[in-house]
Structures are given as structure tokens and as C-alpha cells.
């Protein structure tokens, strides 16, 4: 059975900066999209952003310039660096990935809360 652990999430300062991670494990072959989402209290769940197989990345356009997602395929790990956070950003954070080659094949993390608040 395939597992995400997110980690990072937290309380920041407007403007502040964090650091989200999420490691997979259990059976994998080959992981194809990584990807980060948002959901806030009574919102649709939407995509952050999300990165290929090949290291391609795509952004939502109100995180573009400010969130930056990479990952490292040897730990089975994908990145979001968030700065320049806003109070807007504020939300539970979920991990997802997708397995080779079937983007319909895929699995969730559990949610890092991560709050922007003065």
C-alpha cells in the first residue's frame, strides 16, 4: 500500500516563507505527477501545483512567482517552497501523486495544516 506523509505546514507571518515536503512509500514501481492542493474551510479542493515525471511544472497563477515545487525522485520526495505567503493561502495542504503511466492511478496524503495570520 502506497503512503504520503506531508510535513512543513505551520503557522507564518504574512510575507514568511515555508517549506513543505512529502514522502512516499510502501509499493511503488514509478511515480509519474507529483502534485500539492489546497483546500480552505467551505472551498473546492484546487491544485497548487504539480510536476512531471520529467521535472515539468505547472502553477496555479496566484502561487505563480512566489511557490516553487521540485522533487527528488531517489527519496520519493516532492518540495513546495511557498514565500511572499498571503492570508488567502491559508489552508490544509495535501500531497498527491499519480502512478506510471495512469494519472487515474493515484494517492493522497493525509493534509498539513498551514495558516497565514498576523
Known amino acids: 500500500q502506497v503512503r504520503l506523509v506531508e510535513s512543513g505546514g505551520g503557522l507564518v507571518q504574512p510575507g514568511g516563507s515555508l517549506r513543505l515536503s512529502c514522502v512516499a512509500s510502501?509499493?511503488?514501481?514509478?511515480?509519474?505527477?507529483m502534485g500539492w492542493y489546497r483546500q480552505a474551510p467551505g472551498k473546492q479542493r484546487e491544485l497548487v501545483a504539480s510536476?512531471?515525471?520529467?521535472?515539468?511544472?505547472n502553477y496555479e497563477d496566484s502561487v505563480k512567482g512566489r511557490f516553487t515545487i521540485s522533487r527528488d525522485n531517489a527519496k520519493k520526495t516532492v518540495y513546495l517552497d511557498m514565500n511572499s505567503l498571503k492570508p488567502e493561502g491559508t489552508a490544509v495542504y495535501y500531497c498527491?501523486?499519480?502512478?506510471?503511466?495512469?494519472?487515474?492511478?493515484?494517492?493522497w496524503g493525509q493534509g498539513t495544516q498551514v495558516t497565514i495570520t498576523s
Open positions: 498527491r501523486i499519480t502512478l506510471y503511466p495512469r494519472d487515474e492511478d493515484d494517492c
Open positions: 510502501g509499493s511503488i514501481f514509478r511515480i509519474n505527477t
Open positions: 510536476i512531471s515525471s520529467g521535472g515539468m511544472s
